[in-house]
């Protein structure tokens, strides 16, 4: 028998406000996921449940994780399925520019992409990542192009690395305008795209 793979988080709980809030944060992320019944077994492709926490003590499932922030337990839920932990190296690519696209990958493996509304919102979500994964290490790698867009990124984000590379872009963007996450993902695999 083959298992399925656990990629599927699953959202158990009672309180109809947090039910209602994950479902619809993690839909407007695209993200796989599953309404659970206490009822009912857990499924075996759910990788990480998503809870309360006061209904925490209550679910026999590891991993799972009580969410108080949807944000950071969307984080959490990623960290725990994809077995992060400290020991890895977290990699952001930035394909900067008005809109910037955002893209976390640990042991080459994508964990999150996120298009920005401006390079503020790129420096916050990019704070963001930082402050909700385990890593050992972090590395930013920013497209070359747009400099001005680039500079105030980097500026606000740019003390928080442990190496910051200034990668050309030559081979990562793509010729249609609009494809800022794929090319962020890209930058951030620079060494083994170029």
């Not at 190296?89 to 809109?99: A, M, N, T």
């Not at 590395?139 to 190496?163: A, C, Q, T």
């Amino acid at each position: 028998m083959v298992l399925p793979e656990r990629n599927v988080i699953g959202v158990l709980t009672a309180d109809v406000r947090l039910y209602y809030d994950l479902a619809k944060f993690l839909r407007s992320r695209n993200m796989k996921f599953r309404l659970l019944d206490f009822a009912k077994p857990i499924p075996l492709d759910i990788g990480v449940v998503l809870t309360s926490r006061e209904e925490l003590s209550a679910i026999e499932f590891t991993p799972k994780i009580a969410v108080s922030e949807l944000e950071s337990g969307m984080r959490q839920a990623l960290q725990a399925m994809n077995g992060l932990g400290p020991s890895q190296v977290l990699v952001i690519g930035v394909d900067p520019g008005p809109e910037p696209g955002i893209a976390a990958l640990s042991d080459d493996k994508v964990i999150e992409t996120r298009d920005a509304q401006s390079p503020e919102h790129a420096a916050d979500i990019i704070l963001g990542i930082l402050s909700d994964y385990s890593y050992s290490q972090c590395v930013l790698r920013m497209g070359d192009g747009s400099p001005e867009h680039r500079d105030r990124i980097l500026e606000l984000v740019s003390g928080n690395f442990n190496y910051v590379e200034i990668v050309d872009e030559s081979c990562t963007s793509n010729s249609i305008r609009g494809f800022h996450v794929e090319a962020a993902i890209k930058i951030a695999r620079y060494d083994e795209e170029c």
